[in-house]
């Protein structure tokens, strides 16, 4: 058992790592992706007809950044000092999901808002792979 003062000293050097964890522009730009795809009314999001359908609002920007230090935490666990883009697709269920305000017809569906950001990372993750398969020839 750890004494309180040596559970801070731990906690704050945890912190510390944390946010030495590098997150390349690639992450930062597949999660601003997954943002702006769950918002229907953002004007750069990929199409998605179940998000123009289902969702009246997304106001998932805290949510990112909740995503984010998740993914950094992931990474760390997993030894790694960096996160990958692959981090974000066990984070941002939990971490967006529950800021997707659903049209009102559609709130009785359990576990819309959880599906719909699932679906939305993977469309992205899968976008961002055909974009490297298509720069690396």
């Not at 004007?43 to 990112?64: F, H, Q, Y």
């Not at 569906?109 to 699932?118: R, W």
Request: proline share 2%.
């Amino acid at each position: 058992v750890l004494s309180g003062e040596d559970a801070v000293a731990k906690i704050e050097r945890f912190k510390r790592m944390v946010r030495a964890v590098e997150v390349q522009e690639e992450v930062k730009d597949a999660l601003a992706l997954i943002v702006a795809t769950l918002d229907p009314h953002h004007d750069e999001r990929l199409a998605n007809k179940t998000v123009d359908e289902k969702v009246a609002s997304a106001t998932v920007v805290r949510g990112a950044q909740a995503a984010l230090l998740m993914a950094k935490v992931n990474a760390l666990l997993e030894g790694r000092a960096f996160v990958t883009v692959e981090d974000l697709e066990g984070v941002t269920v939990p971490t967006l999901a529950h800021r997707v305000m659903l049209q009102a017809d559609e709130i009785t569906e359990p576990d819309l808002s959880e599906k719909i950001v699932a679906n939305v990372t993977q469309q992205v993750l899968n976008h961002i792979a055909n974009a490297r398969k298509s720069r690396n020839g």
